[in-house]
Structures are given as structure tokens and as C-alpha cells.
């Protein structure tokens, strides 16, 4: 045995089920020098992982990543076996099959009798509970989850979730041993979706609600999450890359699992596409449509041409209302600046929360004239302004504000009134499902940040994301959506509510 392999935590591992999860967890065992021993129930499966593990390491050593000695080195480090029984002589046990929670007891069962005392055992389940996996076991204090992403070797974050009665030294030593395999480890406690899939559920089902609402189309929406914060994808390019057929049977078993929490509430859109086989990107339609593999995108409507734009007046209670007047002034605007709008004006409001209906209603301005701005974040900091109509908007008074916000250039979508228009509303409901994730324990705010950059691959993690905008903003937001909207899923979470009171970081623990 190699030097390397005397030090890992864990040397001689079983792996059980040698699917899509299974081999990608063989293939980092293996590199970082365990012995792997592969079980499945399809005997063709353990060959099928090893033929494409070969071809893995091939590949590797053509692009110059690996040696050639390296590749048959890990090669002979994956062992067929013919059955569990063969797993005698494992110091851990991975378990990667079927996700059902009656044929992982009965497994685990088995492999209780099979291995030594000191054995560890791990499931990769992602929707089970380990502690009613591990409820069977004579000994469940030797059983964690060993949560991976797909495709394993790419998601380098793998989460070690500790069951009700795992011991504390079997959750260290597999975060030890995903370190050593080139991993990141973060500990979570037994809970629906664990960290990863429980933090994503804010930006998938807030955007479904703000399409069901009719507030802006698909590519409209991810156009502006985008371009406003940065996320790689929008929430229905990542639905079409998922597929629904993956995507909705999660998002339905976080919501039952939590007793039917309204802030994790599924949409009806999703359900509905799911049955009519509109799953996504793999079958050629879902959100978008797929022509020859490449998404078909409808054009952005352009500015309009306007040929004499309107004084602006903005109202005195406008977010961020100094830097929204310089912008007007930096588009060539003229501004009003008397305390109430002339009878020309084009009026800008710029809520947080609120809708533009609300703040036209309560300032009493004409609605006719009155267009919202999202002012969330510096415009200087976004490569799109938003724009919020109200059901009376003006057909001259939209295009002016359309032709005047894009007079630069810089995009402008015109969305219909939403309370938080898009941004607002996505971010305020990822802030506030991470901060319960912190409020409940489930891991140190440190994890979170860390699960949900490497798992999710948003641009920051959602403290940072709520500390970027302002803990206090977050809150006043959410507020307002409860009134906008009358609806708990806006209800803060202590641990925002408290932060924002005191004007603490997100990110600061509690003792
Ligand atoms: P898969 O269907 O690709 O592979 C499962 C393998 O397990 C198959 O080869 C099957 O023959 C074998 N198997 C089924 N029952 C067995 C049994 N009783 N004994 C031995 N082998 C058995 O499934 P996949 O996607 O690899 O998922 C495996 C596990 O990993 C599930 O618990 C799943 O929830 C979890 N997981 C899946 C992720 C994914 O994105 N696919 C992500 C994270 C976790």
C-alpha cells in the first residue's frame, strides 16, 4: 500500500450502487488512493462504472491532467464484488442506490452484520431522513449522510449530515476523508433538503410565483436576475437544464416534508408543465425551446423612439432617491424639483417591497403618469434598470420612461406591478430562507455560504447576498410583500428580524 493510502481516513471502502452518483464517488475515492469495492445489484452496472471510469482517466491522461501510471493505479483500485458479503474488510461503506427508504434500511441492515465494529456506514441519499435511515441499525451511531452533487468529480462541496443519534467522531472522519478526496465538507443536521436543496428553494419558486403572476415572461426574468445580480443562470434556463421531472418532485417533498411551509410552496406552472411532458432542455422543450440543442431566446423588445420626453419628478421617498436624481440628471433629464409633480411630468417612484399601485394610491399621484424604478442596488452596480408599471399606467408615459431609462444604452425591462419587482423579491426570499436555515441550526452560517456557492453556484452566498444589500432593506422588503400581498411566506425569519434590529452582518453567529 502506498504512502498515501496509509494516511486516508478511510482505505479499503464499499461502494453500493454504481449509477450516476456511484461511480462519480468511486472515481474521487480512487484518485485519492482508497481501495474502491464496487456492489450493485445489475452485475453489468459495476462494469458499466468501470468501463466509463477507464474512458474517464483516458481522457485525464490526454489532456496531460493525470499520468498514465496514475490512471491504471486507480483502475486497479476499483474492485468488482460479487455481493455485500465481499465488503467484509471495508473500514466505510458508501451507499448510492435506489431512493427508497424501506430498501436502504433493509441494506444497511445487512451491512451491519456484513462489516467489522468500527466500521462506518454513509448514505448519499438527498431526500431521506438518516435518522429514520439509521432507525433500524442495532448501532445507528455509525451512520451519516454523505451527501454528493452530480456530476461528482465537478461539485466539490459534499455535505455530512449527522442523524439524530450519529457520533460526533463519524461525522469529523468523513469530513476528514471528502477533504482528502479533494472535497469541501460542510456538516449539516438531519433536516428536509439538508442545506443545498432547502437554500435553493427561494430562487426557483419565487421566480415561478412572479411568472404566474403574470408580473414578466421567462426569458424576461432571467434576463434581469442576471443581469441585475449576477447569477450565472436564470431560474428557468437552470429548470430547463434540471428538468422538471427532477426539479418538482423535490420541490414538493421540501414543502410536505416541512408541513406545508408556505415560503417553500410549488407552483402550479411547474406542476402543469411536469404533466404535459414540457420537463425541459432533454426533450427539446420546456421554458424555452430547443431547436438542434440550442435554446431559442425571444428578442428583448427594444426602446422605443420618443421624440420629446417629459419633465421627471421623483418621489420623496424613492430608494436610493440622491443617486436615482443624478442618474436622470447623467440621461440628460429634466428634472422637477417643485414638491409636487407638474401636469406633464412623468413620475418615478422607487419602492422597496411595495408595489407602484400602493405608492401612487398613498402619495396620491396620478397613476397615469407614475412608473416604478428598481433601485434595489447602485445603478452603477447592475447592467439592467428595471421598470414597474401599474394597471393605469399611460401607454406614452411607459415609453417615455422606457426610452429615457435606455437613453445610455444600459437595458431596461418594463415589467407589470409586483410588489419588489423581480430582484427584490427573489433576493428577500433567498436571504430569508437562508437566515431560518441559521435561525434552525441546521449548520454555522459559514457552511451555508460555502454549500450554497459550491451547490448551488450562485455569485455569493445568501448572507452575503442579504449583507450586500442590507440586512434592514431585506426586512423592509419583506414587510411590504406582507402587505402587497398578505401572504406568510414573506414573514421574516428571527435571525434576519434580530440582525436587521441591530444593524449586525448576517454572517454573525450567535454564541
Ligand atoms: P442511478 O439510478 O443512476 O443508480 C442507482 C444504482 O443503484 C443502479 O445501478 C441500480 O442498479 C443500483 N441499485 C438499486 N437498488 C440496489 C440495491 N438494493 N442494491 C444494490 N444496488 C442497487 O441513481 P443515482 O442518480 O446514482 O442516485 C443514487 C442515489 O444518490 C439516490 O439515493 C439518489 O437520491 C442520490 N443522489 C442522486 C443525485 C443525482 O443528481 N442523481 C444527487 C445526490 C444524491
Same mark, same amino acid.
Given at each position: 500500500m502506498s504512502d498515501v493510502a496509509q494516511r486516508l481516513t478511510f482505505r479499503n471502502i464499499g461502494l453500493v450502487g454504481t449509477g450516476a452518483m456511484g461511480r462519480g464517488i468511486a472515481q474521487i475515492?480512487?484518485?485519492?488512493?482508497? +481501495? /474502491?469495492?464496487?456492489? #450493485?445489484?445489475?452485475? =453489468? !452496472?459495476?462494469? !458499466? =462504472? @468501470? =468501463? !466509463?471510469?477507464?474512458? %474517464?482517466?483516458?481522457?485525464? $491522461?490526454?489532456?496531460?491532467?493525470? +499520468?498514465?501510471?496514475?490512471? =491504471?493505479?486507480?483502475?486497479? @483500485? *476499483?474492485?468488482p464484488a460479487a455481493g455485500v458479503e465481499a465488503l467484509a474488510g471495508c473500514d466505510l461503506v458508501i451507499e448510492a442506490i435506489v431512493e427508497r427508504l424501506d430498501v436502504k434500511q433493509d441494506l444497511f441492515r445487512q451491512l451491519e452484520d456484513i462489516v467489522g465494529p468500527d466500521a462506518v456506514l454513509a448514505t448519499n441519499t438527498s431526500s431521506l431522513s438518516v435518522t429514520a435511515i439509521g432507525s433500524r441499525l442495532r448501532a445507528p451511531q455509525r451512520l451519516a449522510g454523505f451527501h454528493f452533487f452530480n456530476p461528482v468529480p465537478l461539485?466539490? $462541496?459534499?455535505? /455530512? /449530515?449527522?442523524?439524530?443519534? +450519529? #457520533?460526533?467522531? $463519524? /461525522?469529523?472522519? *468523513?469530513?476528514?476523508?471528502? @477533504?482528502?478526496?479533494?472535497? +469541501?465538507?460542510? *456538516?449539516?443536521? #438531519? %433536516?428536509?433538503g439538508f442545506i443545498v436543496n432547502h437554500a435553493g428553494r427561494g430562487y426557483i419558486t419565487e421566480a415561478l410565483r412572479i411568472a404566474g403572476e403574470r408580473v414578466a415572461d421567462f426569458a424576461t426574468i432571467d434576463r434581469i436576475l442576471k443581469d441585475q445580480m449576477g447569477f450565472r443562470l436564470g431560474p428557468f434556463e437552470l429548470l430547463d437544464l434540471t428538468a422538471l421531472d427532477v426539479s418538482q418532485p423535490v420541490m414538493e417533498s421540501i414543502y410536505h416534508q416541512y408541513y406545508e411551509e408556505p415560503r417553500f410552496r410549488p407552483s402550479v406552472i411547474a406542476a402543469q408543465r411536469l404533466a404535459g411532458g414540457v420537463v425541459g432542455r432533454k426533450v427539446g422543450e420546456g421554458f424555452y425551446r430547443y431547436v438542434d440543442g440550442q435554446v431559442q431566446v425571444p428578442p428583448e423588445p427594444p426602446a422605443p423612439v420618443v421624440e420629446a420626453l417629459p419633465p421627471v419628478w421623483v418621489s420623496p421617498g424613492a430608494a436610493r432617491r440622491a443617486e436615482l436624481l443624478q442618474l436622470l440628471k447623467d440621461l440628460g433629464a429634466t428634472i422637477e424639483t417643485a414638491a409636487q409633480p407638474s401636469e406633464r411630468a412623468l413620475i418615478v417612484v422607487a419602492p422597496l417591497g411595495h408595489d407602484v399601485t400602493t405608492v401612487a394610491a398613498v402619495e396620491r399621484l396620478d397613476p397615469g403618469r407614475t412608473v416604478g424604478l428598481d433601485m434595489l442596488l447602485p445603478d452603477g452596480a447592475v447592467k439592467r434598470r428595471v421598470l414597474a408599471t401599474n394597471p393605469a399606467t399611460r401607454h406614452d408615459m411607459r415609453a417615455a420612461a422606457h426610452a429615457l431609462f435606455a437613453r445610455d444604452g444600459k437595458p431596461v425591462s418594463v415589467i407589470r406591478d409586483s410588489g419588489g419587482f423581480v430582484t427584490q423579491r427573489v433576493v428577500a426570499t433567498i436571504v430569508n430562507i437562508a437566515a431560518d436555515i441559521c435561525q434552525q441550526g441546521i449548520c454555522t452560517p459559514g457552511d451555508l455560504e460555502t454549500a450554497v456557492t459550491l451547490g448551488l453556484g450562485y455569485p455569493a452566498g445568501p448572507l452575503a447576498m442579504g449583507d450586500r444589500v442590507g440586512a434592514a432593506s431585506v426586512l423592509e422588503i419583506l414587510f411590504n410583500l406582507q402587505t402587497v400581498y398578505g401572504d406568510p411566506r414573506y414573514r421574516p425569519s428571527p435571525w434576519l428580524r434580530r440582525r436587521g434590529a441591530l444593524g449586525l452582518s448576517l454572517l454573525h453567529p450567535e454564541e
Open positions: 475515492a480512487a484518485q485519492a488512493g482508497s +481501495t /474502491v469495492h464496487l456492489v #450493485d445489484a445489475q452485475p =453489468a !452496472a459495476v462494469e !458499466a =462504472a @468501470r =468501463a !466509463a471510469l477507464r474512458d %474517464t482517466w483516458d481522457k485525464l $491522461v490526454a489532456k496531460g491532467r493525470m +499520468t498514465a501510471d496514475d490512471a =491504471a493505479a486507480c483502475l486497479q @483500485r *476499483l474492485v461539485m466539490k $462541496v459534499v455535505e /455530512v /449530515v449527522a442523524g439524530l443519534k +450519529t #457520533d460526533a467522531g $463519524v /461525522v469529523q472522519r *468523513l469530513a476528514a476523508f471528502a @477533504r482528502e478526496m479533494g472535497h +469541501t465538507p460542510v *456538516l449539516a443536521q #438531519d %433536516t428536509p
